[in-house]
Structures are given as structure tokens and as C-alpha cells.
């Protein structure tokens, strides 16, 4: 059974952590993904080196490029300073996290970093120990229009699947695609150029041939169902998928929301933003602002039935501060739930299913009740 032990370094967001993990989780099957949010990988300062990049057409290459491509980076001024660090380092702090945690020699150790590397490659794989991989977190907003997590947990996917295909790092920089065909295993040289990989989720025949019985197919399967997902709402996220309607909204046993239409898209909210979310479901004609006090006992025992921290008085205090009519609480949770319905189905999409109304007036969800069901 493939396990992948993802880890990142001190410089990456918790939030952006969490979506890569979610997306990858998403989707069962018997490839698991491991990680410990509270074990964080500092990479020490005096490894780190600050290198000035000429040109966008730097700013793109990979280390050894091997043809030319037109740039597409228009957002930054040359020359651009970073820090970076090697790939040797990158790699030992996979094996310090190894013996740290007893991590078996037959499961992936991938460390997602926020600081560039010497090569300036987005991910690798580790030619002594092909288990250890990194993935680079930034710059994404140069090349694709949507969270980084989907072109980071892609490069999950990749990593993995290149670990199997491949013996040894000059047999992959070889057979790898080096002219994209929307195959996983396209080198990329512009990271622009993953968009295509992404758009397709598929393995071309060829790297087909290279994974038999080098894993199997159940495992395969869940590979390509993963990045199947990842594409789906890569392209909702890109409102791609605008013209569809409006889909079905679960809210399970245990509070969690999923988009059933949409690739099983969770939206993730937390307990307090779920709970106003919840009572507005519960009022097709809408409720004003204004009148939230009027609802102080509905929203804390929906509240209760899913928060599992604090003590009762402070769930009461929570909502005492929410329903405040002098309180901006109410106004940041609703800003919230819009925000994380937008980056997953886009922003046409995302209006049947968020808070909205005119400063003074009702605010409602559009949502046909129909379309919502809750266990």
C-alpha cells in the first residue's frame, strides 16, 4: 500500500496545508495521505541564500531547459530578488523528518516549501532516495488562476506515479514528455504549462505501459480518480464550469458540507460560520441583519450540536457577539462563507449558494431547498 507523509516548512500557510491535504483525501481508495500539522520542518536561515533572477525567461527555466518558450510572468520587475536553498537541502530535511518520525523506507516523505530552489524546478524527486520529494508552494498566481493547492496536490499525484514509472532520476528526465501532451508525466519546463495537465487528468498510454506491475491497478485507479477530482474543480474554481446549474447541497451527520454535483467538493466552514449558514438554510424568505438577535436561541443550539471546543459559556458568548447588532462578527462570517464557496465553484456559480443581500435589506441564500439535504 502506497503512503505519502506530507510535511511542510515553517514559510507555508496552515490553510494552504489543509486544502492540499483536503483535496488529496478527498477521494478514497488505498493510497493514504499522512500528516501531522504540529510537525513543521524550519529549514535553518544559514542554508538559505538570497539570488537575484535576471529576466522572466530565468524566472521560469528549469536548470538544464532544453528548449525555449515564450514568458508569461508580467506581474514582476527584473531583476527579482528570492531566497532559495538547495535541493540537498531540501532532501536532508526529508530524511531528518524520516528518522524523526521512523517513517518506513517504502513510504513517501514530500516537503512542501514556500522558498525557491537552485534549479528552480517545482517539485523532484530525490535521486539518492526517489521516496523523498519537495514541492515548491509560491509563485503559482503567475501561471494559473486558481488556489495553488490544485497544481500542488497534482504534483502530489505526479510524484508519486514518476517514483513507479521510473529507475532512477536520469531514466525520468529522459522519458519525460519534454513537448506537453497532457500527460502526468509532461516535463513542464513553464509552469504555465501544467494547466494542460491539469485540464486533462489522464496518463498517456505509454506511461500506462510503465506503471504495469510496478503498482496496482486498484492504486491506479485511485491516482486517476484523485486527479479527476482535481481537475473538476480546478475548473469550477476557474469558472469554467458556470454554465451548469445549480447542484445539490449535503450537509451529512456530522456537519460537513459537500457539493455532490460538483466532483463531492467539500466547503469548509468552521463552527460558527456553519451555524449562521445553517439557520439561514432554514429561512428560504431570508432574515435581516438586523433581526439576528431575534434568533440568539436557534443559532446556539445549532451551534452546540456542532462545536466540540469551548465550554458552554463561551459557545453562549460567541453567539451573544455574533447576533450584536454594534458587532461585525455576523458580517466577517458571511464575507467568509462567500469567499470559500467562490474559490470552489467560481463566482457565478457560488451566488446560489451564499449569504447575500443589499446593506439594510434581507439577506437570503437563492438555493432551492429542493436541491438541499440534510442527514
Same mark, same amino acid.
Given at each position: #500500500?502506497?503512503?505519502?507523509?506530507?510535511?511542510?516548512?515553517?514559510?507555508?500557510?496552515?490553510? !494552504?496545508?489543509?486544502?492540499?491535504?483536503?483535496?488529496?483525501?478527498?477521494?478514497?481508495?488505498?493510497?493514504?495521505?499522512?500528516?501531522?500539522?504540529?510537525?513543521?520542518?524550519?529549514?535553518?536561515?544559514?542554508?538559505?541564500?538570497?539570488?537575484?533572477?535576471?529576466?522572466?525567461?530565468?524566472?521560469?527555466?528549469?536548470?538544464?531547459? +532544453?528548449?525555449?518558450?515564450?514568458?508569461? &510572468?508580467?506581474?514582476?520587475?527584473? %531583476?527579482?530578488?528570492?531566497?532559495?536553498?538547495?535541493?540537498?537541502?531540501?532532501?536532508?530535511? @526529508?530524511?531528518?523528518?524520516?528518522?524523526?518520525?521512523?517513517?518506513?523506507?517504502?513510504?513517501?516523505?514530500?516537503?512542501?516549501?514556500?522558498?525557491?530552489?537552485?534549479?528552480?524546478?517545482?517539485? @523532484?524527486?530525490?535521486?539518492?532516495?526517489?521516496?523523498?520529494?519537495?514541492?515548491?508552494?509560491?509563485?503559482?498566481?503567475?501561471?494559473?488562476?486558481?488556489?495553488?493547492?490544485?497544481?500542488?496536490?497534482?504534483? &502530489?499525484?505526479?510524484?508519486?506515479?514518476?517514483?513507479?514509472?521510473?529507475?532512477?532520476?536520469?531514466?525520468?528526465?529522459?522519458?519525460?514528455?519534454?513537448?506537453?501532451?497532457? @500527460?502526468? /508525466?509532461?516535463? @513542464?519546463?513553464?509552469?504555465?504549462?501544467?494547466?494542460?495537465? !491539469?485540464?486533462?487528468?489522464?496518463?498517456?498510454?505509454?506511461?500506462?505501459?510503465? !506503471?504495469?506491475?510496478?503498482?496496482?491497478?486498484?492504486?491506479?485507479?485511485?491516482?486517476?480518480?484523485? #486527479?479527476?477530482?482535481?481537475?473538476?474543480? #480546478?475548473? $469550477?474554481?476557474?469558472?469554467?464550469?458556470?454554465?451548469?446549474?445549480?447542484?445539490?447541497?449535503?450537509?451529512?451527520?456530522?456537519?460537513? $458540507?459537500?457539493?455532490?454535483?460538483?466532483? /463531492?467538493?467539500?466547503?469548509?466552514?468552521? %463552527? =460558527?460560520?456553519?451555524?449562521?449558514?445553517?439557520?439561514? !438554510?432554514?429561512?428560504?424568505?431570508?432574515?435581516?441583519?438586523?433581526? =439576528?438577535?431575534?434568533?440568539?436561541?436557534?443559532?446556539?443550539?445549532?451551534?452546540?450540536?456542532?462545536?466540540?471546543?469551548?465550554?458552554?459559556?463561551?459557545?453562549?458568548?460567541?453567539?451573544?457577539?455574533?447576533?450584536?447588532?454594534?458587532?461585525?462578527?455576523?458580517?466577517?462570517?458571511?464575507?467568509?462563507?462567500?469567499?470559500? $464557496?467562490?474559490?470552489?465553484?467560481?463566482?457565478?456559480?457560488?451566488?446560489?449558494?451564499?449569504?447575500?443581500?443589499?446593506?439594510?435589506?434581507?439577506?437570503?441564500?437563492?438555493?432551492?431547498?429542493? +436541491?438541499?439535504?440534510?442527514?
Amino acid at each position: #500500500m502506497i503512503k505519502v507523509h506530507l510535511v511542510k516548512s515553517s514559510e507555508v500557510s496552515p490553510e !494552504l496545508f489543509t486544502q492540499v491535504i483536503d483535496l488529496l483525501q478527498a477521494v478514497p481508495g488505498p493510497m493514504t495521505f499522512y500528516c501531522n500539522h504540529e510537525d513543521v520542518v524550519n529549514i535553518n536561515l544559514d542554508e538559505r541564500f538570497i539570488k537575484t533572477v535576471q529576466t522572466k525567461e530565468d524566472f521560469e527555466k528549469k536548470e538544464m531547459m +532544453l528548449s525555449e518558450c515564450r514568458s508569461y &510572468v508580467s506581474k514582476l520587475s527584473f %531583476p527579482h530578488e528570492r531566497e532559495e536553498v538547495t535541493w540537498k537541502t531540501l532532501f536532508k530535511n @526529508c530524511n531528518k523528518y524520516r528518522r524523526k518520525n521512523s517513517v518506513k523506507e517504502n513510504e513517501f516523505v514530500i516537503i512542501l516549501t514556500k522558498i525557491a530552489n537552485d534549479k528552480n524546478w517545482f517539485a @523532484c524527486l530525490d535521486e539518492s532516495n526517489p521516496f523523498n520529494g519537495f514541492i515548491h508552494t509560491a509563485d503559482w498566481q503567475y501561471y494559473i488562476d486558481c488556489s495553488a493547492a490544485f497544481p500542488i496536490a497534482y504534483e &502530489v499525484m505526479a510524484l508519486v506515479l514518476q517514483k513507479h514509472m521510473f529507475n532512477g532520476f536520469i531514466d525520468l528526465r529522459t522519458a519525460v514528455h519534454q513537448s506537453p501532451i497532457g @500527460c502526468v /508525466n509532461d516535463l @513542464c519546463i513553464h509552469k504555465k504549462e501544467i494547466i494542460l495537465k !491539469l485540464r486533462t487528468a489522464d496518463i498517456c498510454r505509454k506511461c500506462m505501459e510503465l !506503471l504495469q506491475d510496478k503498482i496496482t491497478m486498484p492504486e491506479i485507479h485511485h491516482a486517476l480518480s484523485i #486527479m479527476n477530482s482535481l481537475r473538476e474543480k #480546478m475548473l $469550477f474554481a476557474q469558472n469554467f464550469g458556470q454554465s451548469k446549474p445549480p447542484g445539490r447541497l449535503l450537509i451529512t451527520s456530522g456537519k460537513k $458540507f459537500f457539493l455532490t454535483d460538483f466532483g /463531492n467538493i467539500e466547503i469548509k466552514l468552521r %463552527p =460558527l460560520e456553519k451555524a449562521i449558514y445553517i439557520l439561514f !438554510l432554514k429561512y428560504p424568505e431570508g432574515i435581516y441583519h438586523s433581526s =439576528l438577535s431575534d434568533h440568539r436561541e436557534e443559532l446556539y443550539e445549532i451551534y452546540t450540536r456542532i462545536s466540540t471546543t469551548g465550554d458552554l459559556h463561551e459557545m453562549k458568548e460567541r453567539i451573544d457577539d455574533m447576533v450584536n447588532a454594534l458587532s461585525d462578527s455576523a458580517s466577517q462570517k458571511m464575507s467568509r462563507i462567500k469567499r470559500v $464557496f467562490e474559490e470552489a465553484i467560481g463566482t457565478e456559480l457560488a451566488k446560489f449558494y451564499y449569504i447575500k443581500g443589499d446593506p439594510g435589506k434581507v439577506k437570503s441564500i437563492a438555493l432551492d431547498r429542493k +436541491l438541499l439535504t440534510i442527514e
